[in-house]
């Protein structure tokens, strides 16, 4: 059971978003030069505004994990969940991951230097591959006036721009005749 996690939290800190760090690092000539230790700190501040950097809980891990494609068909959140849970805390420190990591990795039969090399270089904590195109493809859908049926129709002209106001409200015709009469103003015409 680590120390670190029965130390008190302290007060929020006004450092840089834990992203800003990496590209920093990132943003340096020659090879990258992001760390395990330096991942861990940032994955351990992502999404947690209090967190200080030193301890990571179960989501932030398989958050990581996720974007490092560690988790997978042979390592799964479930797992992730029975050998984080041995150490009987919420939170815990880069020692005990390591721990966590190492037990994890023999009890799966994976390389614990393969697993460490993907958690390193898999770049600064956030969304890595959103997807606009089904959105796009839906909206598209959505909004295109040839398929609207009953009243929505008679809102927009035939190439699809909106009427207005004569779309929306029913306009009183005061010719005097009902509406479904069809013979209007052929009276005087039968003369």
Known sequence: MSTEAAQPATAPTTEAPPTAELGQLALDDGAPKVSFSDQFKAFSKFGDTKSDGKLITLSQSDKWMKQAKVIDKKITTTDTGIHFKKFKAMKIGILDYNKFLDDLAKTKKVELAEIKSKLANCGAPGVQSVSAGKAAAAVDRLTD??????SHKERFDATGKGKGIAGRRNLVDESGYVSGYQHKDTY???K
């Open 145 to 150: 006036t040839s398929k609207y049926t009953g």
């Open 188 to 190: 005087d015409a039968a």
